[in-house]
Every structure is written in C-alpha cells, then in structure tokens.
C-alpha cells in the first residue's frame, strides 16, 4: 500500500523518503513536489521539531508565508546536501544493492565467447553461430583442432543457455 503525501492537504502519492530530524528515526513521506520543497527549506525546518513543522504546515495552508530566514549555518547546507541525496537516491542509506557477481562458469563461457559480463543472450548467439561455422568438424580443414573447439564452444554454449534461462 502507498502511503500518501505528508503534506497537509496533498493526496497525491508519498514516494519520497526524507528524514523528520537530524536523528534519522523517522521520515517523512513526501510526494516530488513536497519533498523538493522540504529539502529547499531545510534551513528553515533544520532545528524545528517535527510537530513544529506539522503545525507550521497547517499555518501554511490558512496562507501565512513561510518565514524568511538566513540561517546559512553549514551544517544545515550539509544536512540539506544529504537530504537531497536521500531523495534523489544517492544517500548511503538508500544505496541500490551492487550487480551480482557472475559465476565463474558464466564469465569463462563468456571469454570464450569473446564477449563481455554485460553481453545479451542475442550476442551469444551472433558469436555462437560464427565460431561454430567456424569450427565445425563437417567444414574445418584442421579436423582435430576443430573438434576440440567445438567442443569448448558447445559446453560454453550450454552454459550460457542456462544462464539465460533458454531451453
Ligand atoms: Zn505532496
């Protein structure tokens, strides 16, 4: 279930996390707009607690402007920086887990192939069907090189396959 926008009065969709306080306990849920606009307004929300910016919000919606405040201390522009990154993905805190290491089996199969660990199972099958023309016994003038290479190619081949989920 998506919670919703934590903005009083929005309904949109609260897809972005931000953090209520300093101590990183609890988050706010914010849709784009409202998250952006928390994070332009850091400075101002960097020492009020969350129920002061909950009633500060309310205040907002009955059209009060926001303060205007120079609070330009940089542990807030610092802070700011990090909740930026929380949104946009970048904060460590949210870090996408790395690309899963190929087995061993998988990445030989590829150098074989002369292919790379980001190749396509349509790249395989190009470089499959040329070495195996290539090294085919039936065509090969150097019959036992040949079969020995078809070979290596065919197990690569079927490791590959199974790799890419192909029957
Ligand atoms: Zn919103």
């Known amino acids: 279930m998506i919670k919703k926008c934590d903005k009083p009065g929005c309904t949109k969709a609260g ?3 931000a953090p209520k306080s300093r101590d990183l306990k609890d988050y706010w849920f914010f849709c784009q707009e409202h998250a952006a606009e928390y994070n332009k307004n850091w400075n101002y929300y960097a020492d009020m607690s969350p129920e002061e910016i909950e009633a500060d919000w309310e205040r907002q919606t009955f059209g009060e402007p926001l303060k205007d405040t120079n609070s330009a201390n940089s542990d807030a522009t610092n802070y700011a920086k990090f909740i930026n990154d929380f949104i946009t993905g970048r904060s460590k805190f949210d870090k996408i887990p ?4 190929l087995p061993t089996n998988v990445t030989s199969a590829l150098k074989i192939f002369d292919l790379g660990i980001s190749a396509t199972w349509r790249d395989v099958g190009t470089k499959y069907r040329a070495l195996a023309k290539k090294y085919h016994p039936d065509t090969a ?3 036992q090189n040949a079969a020995t290479e078809f070979a290596r190619i065919s197990a690569a081949y079927d490791i590959l396959k199974k790799h890419f989920g192909k029957k």
């Open 15 to 17: 897809t972005c996390r």
């Open 98 to 101: 790395a690309k899963t290491k």
């Open 141 to 143: 003038t150097d019959k």
